[in-house]
């Protein structure tokens, strides 16, 4: 697969890379990265794929774009507020990189329909808000054995891990089960910063990008957190669980499942 | 190698990187390279100063093997480069 001048041109920062070049990029082009959520980790995530020539873009939002979000969520604008972020986040994309394939897919993800949407994708950024769609995305991905980015921000702290079929622990492994509704608070009730986003959804993209090019380290066997009001970066060494319900020896979970969310989440 | 051995290379493709400038000129060679088999010989079209200075180092850099360098007396030089396959890098 040859690149055009213009095509040199626009990836040309990263191609010098030696741990990319054009062998890299030809992977990047042929790569499909599922991003679950076009919200606060969604937005950078999904932007700077688009700009580093991930060829097909999966983004999957069942909301519409509000006044609030747009603190955060900067695939939207003022003029989207209102519209469907799906459709927001892919005119948003295509704008920035006309080559990309943007599929924009207007649904919640849940046990019925979360193995049929990533399945075609080599790779999933989980960019939700919430435990039982976090707890769903993982479920689904260890079932299907595909390699996906967790994390999750709320008021000035971030985390994220990666998970890769056979290496390392599953994000239940780590947190097991989600916690009761009521006893989680979301951003919508405890605030965020909307750059602690950008901080760790542009994390996400990095992960995505080492995945598909086969550079560097991953995350896997390690969650990263920030805490951004004191500007400290941690990575937490983490093992599997052999006894784990999805991911273990003898899973308890066989297919994916839904669970209660805080009504205030959605 | 010998000098005289050195006007023996025969180019099996060439590359004009004059038209854009650093570091597209590189980007440009790396792409045209990319199409040739390992050991495969590319001459590169490229503009004095700053692509002639870096070009040669960066290609050399990626484990490439440049030949020769010469001036073409129209603000414009004549790379020779083998193609060296790099090994998978961590």
Known sequence: MAFNA???????????????????QQKLKQARVLVVGAGGLGSPAAFYLAAAGVGHIGIIDADEVDLSNLQRQILHGTDDVGRPKADSARAS????????????????????????FIRDYDFI???????????????????AGKAFSHAGILR????????????????????????PPEAVPSCRQAGVIGALAGVVGSLQAMEAVKYIVGAGALLTGALLTYNGLQGDFRKIALSRRADCDVCGEHPSITAPVDYAQAVCDA | ?????????????????????????????LAALDELEDGRILEIRLNDGEAAR??????????????????NGDGTCALLVRKVSACPVE
Request: a negative charge; hydrophobic letters at 40%; glycine letters at 6%.
């Open chain 2, 54 to 71: 870096n070009v040669p180092l960066s290609l050399k850099d990626e484990g490439h093997q440049v030949l020769r360098l010469t001036d």
């Open chain 1, 6 to 24: 213009e095509q040199l041109a626009r990836y040309s920062r990263q191609i010098i890379l030696k741990e990319l070049g054009i062998k890299g």
């Open chain 1, 93 to 116: 994309l295509l704008a920035l990189n006309p080559e990309t394939e943007v599929r924009a897919l207007r649904a919640f993800v849940d046990a019925g329909n979360i193995m049929g």
């Open chain 1, 156 to 179: 000035f702290t971030g985390q994220l891990m990666t998970y890769v079929p056979g290496q390392g622990p599953c994000y239940r492994c780590v947190f097991r089960e989600p916690p």
């Open chain 2, 1 to 29: 190698m010998p000098a005289e051995r050195m006007a023996d290379f025969r180019p099996d493709a060439a590359a004009d990187v004059t038209d854009v400038v650093c570091p597209v000129t590189f980007v440009k060679a």
């Open chain 1, 125 to 143: 950024i989980d960019g939700t808000d919430n435990f039982p769609a976090k707890f769903l995305i993982n479920d689904a991905c260890v079932l």
